[in-house]
């Protein structure tokens, strides 16, 4: 298992950190750092939610350290709906 | 006579002897100084002395390194949604070349609704300023898209760059080699859209404005029916929201915002 530990500030664009729903959920409308908040999102497997390395590696929110220790997965972008 | 006066030290001394009022409420909200504190002043003068602040409703100057510092309004330093003051979700970076959105999750609301900030549709612009050169097919960098109207502004994406203020069709789009500068697009009637980049005219489109999204925008993305998707990985210098400008007043404000990045040595 990959962690943020193993990975360099240059591979951070690669990797998401992987939620369970229950993580995600309780991520939702919670700050990671003074003035911003998560925001989990769903990638192109359905149900599967991640954030990002820089909310892991930047949260000072004492509630939610262990997002540092989520395991790392490459990010597969859900497809964007489309627009006009 | 002439000479003298050119060269007056009084002269000098009252142009620069003082903070302007609005730029003081700014650096001590975001509790800027040094250089930033100077260059923000002098691009309030230089968008008062050009007649373009009053057509403001939000600027985004993104000065200090930190989300607190960077999510002010300029025109109304208030921390509040309703004085558009900026919050910022997913993980976006801060620093002195202001506000990197990662591509994957980060956007910031500006908490305005065109169909209720503004009076009319025929007039509004959207800016911003990147200072990163990508061409990914799902980046946008401000929007609020309803189900049928829709305010977006899209630097360099598949190689094109298009913008729409209050329109419910399909954009005029344009050949984008690069998404490096200062970008306004803006709409100065209800069949006249146009877009500058760096002062130079790009971009020009007859197609019609009819309604304003009743959602907020964001920057570093689009709002899709208070969804955020088609996030940017392109860094903001500045960004802005506000009435329609004509092209001397786009030629102003660029020569403005250059003048205020040149002195943050961040320039593009």
Request: aromatic share 12%; with cysteine; hydrophobic share 40%.
């Amino acid at each position: 298992m990959i962690t943020l530990k193993d990975i360099k500030r240059a591979q951070w664009d690669l990797y998401v950190g992987l939620l369970t729903i229950e993580q995600k959920d309780s991520l939702l409308i919670q700050w990671y750092a003074p003035d911003s908040f998560f925001n989990p999102v769903e990638t192109a497997i359905e149900n599967q939610w991640v954030i990002s390395v820089e909310e892991m590696a930047n949260c000072t929110n004492e509630e939610f350290m262990w997002v540092k220790d989520l395991p790392l997965i490459i990010y597969e972008p859900k497809p964007s709906p489309p627009i006009n | 006579m002439i000479i003298s006066k050119a060269i007056s030290p009084f002269r000098i001394k009252r142009r620069n002897g003082g903070t302007d009022a609005d730029a003081q409420a700014f650096i001590t909200a975001s509790g800027i100084s040094g250089t930033e504190a100077t260059a923000t002043n002098q691009l309030v003068i230089d968008l008062k002395s050009a007649n373009i602040w009053t057509k403001m409703k939000a600027v985004y100057p993104f000065v200090g390194n930190t989300a607190s510092s960077q999510k002010w309004n300029l025109k109304n330093p208030v921390d509040s949604n309703a004085a558009y003051r900026l919050v910022f979700s997913g993980g976006g970076t801060f620093s002195a070349n202001g506000y990197l959105p990662n591509g994957t999750n980060a956007y910031a609301n500006t908490f305005l609704i065109p169909s209720t900030a503004y009076s009319v549709a025929s007039s509004g612009h959207m800016s911003y300023y990147s200072r990163t050169d990508s061409n990914g097919v799902n980046e946008r960098e401000v929007g609020a898209l309803t189900a049928t109207n829709y305010s977006d502004l899209g630097l360099r994406y598949s190689g094109n760059l298009y913008m729409r203020w209050s329109e419910t069709g399909s954009p005029t789009q344009v050949a984008s080699p690069n998404s490096l500068g200062f970008y306004v697009g803006t709409r100065t009637a209800i069949n006249v859209q146009k877009i500058f980049k760096n002062g130079t005219q790009v971009l020009t489109s007859a197609l019609i404005g009819s309604a304003l999204p009743n959602i907020n925008l964001y920057l570093g993305c689009l709002n899709l029916s208070n969804i955020p998707n088609y996030y940017s990985a392109k860094q903001c210098a500045f960004a802005s929201i506000g009435d329609g400008l004509t092209d001397a007043e786009a030629l102003a404000f660029y020569n403005a915002v250059q003048t205020f990045n040149t002195t943050l040595a961040r320039q593009v």
